[in-house]
T-cell receptor
Framework: DQQVKQNSPSLSVQEGRISILNCDYT??????FLWYKKYPAEGPTFLIS?????DKNEDGRFTVFLNKSAKHLSLHIVPSQPGDSAVYFC?????????????????FGKGTKLSVIP | DSGVTQTPKHLITATGQRVTLRCSPR?????VYWYQQSLDQGLQFLIQ???????AKGNILERFSAQQFPDLHSELNLSSLELGDSALYFC?????????????FGSGTRLTVV
């Protein structure tokens, strides 16, 4: 049972345009969400995060939006650059008061491969 | 350099063999997490250690085991290897017993079982 889903395995975008990567989750105990970026032959690196008390967090060209009622978050990259070409993983963590299964670690989606075309 | 060191970077071995993957966490981090990334799969959580003790277990096969030593480095042991165990194995670390606010990943060990 996948608790964090990234339904688009890949996405191609022209340089300078907006990239929108989507993520859905099912566990209502998730209250902190992160995006990681992964280049080939490297480990994932942290990109941006958002707490469930917010609906938007911005860092330069990267903005994450959270819709709690829909259990959906998205990562917007504007403008997209060729160096943004990578696999993007959505991850979620649960409320610290929750001690059930999966409460200590991050749960990741399968990733979306973004290709930014020059 | 993320501060999390994984060795070796690449490993090729035969079916039925046993291998050990090593991870040194970022300085000051007490938790180590092991993940497996197979083809077309996301990051599958295997196991977490916090300050030397097992804290959480995911979809880790019985043929796999791990430990964290007093100096906080961790080893993942994979035995009776099968072709399907070929994957990227990542180690990550975090300061506390929960990874709530994110981890720092190492660059991974690519295991190929032939």
């Amino acid at each position: 049972d996948q608790q964090v889903k990234q339904n688009s395995p890949s996405l191609s975008v022209q340089e300078g345009r907006i990239s929108i990567l989507n993520c859905d989750y099912t566990n209502s105990m998730f209250d902190y969400f992160l995006w990681y970026k992964k280049y080939p032959a490297e480990g994932p690196t942290f990109l941006i995060s958002i707490s469930s008390i917010k609906d938007k967090n911005e860092d330069g060209r990267f903005t994450v939006f959270l819709n709690k009622s829909a259990k959906h978050l998205s990562l917007h990259i504007v403008p997209s650059q060729p160096g943004d070409s990578a696999v993007y993983f959505c991850a979620a963590s649960s409320n610290p008061s929750y001690s059930g299964a999966g409460s200590y670690q991050l749960t990741f989606g399968k990733g979306t491969k973004l290709s930014v075309i020059p | 350099d993320s501060g999390v060191t994984q060795t070796p970077k690449h490993l090729i071995t035969a079916t039925g063999q046993r291998v050990t993957l090593r991870c040194s966490p970022r300085s000051g981090d007490l938790s180590v997490y092991w993940y497996q990334q197979s083809l077309d799969q996301g990051l599958q959580f295997l196991i977490q250690y916090y300050n030397g003790e097992e804290r959480a277990k995911g979809n880790i096969l019985e043929r796999f085991s791990a430990q964290q030593f007093p100096d906080l480095h961790s080893e993942l042991n994979l035995s009776s290897l099968e072709l399907g165990d070929s994957a990227l194995y990542f180690c990550a670390s975090s300061p506390r017993d929960r990874g709530s606010y994110g981890y720092t990943f190492g660059s991974g060990t690519r295991l190929t079982v032939v």
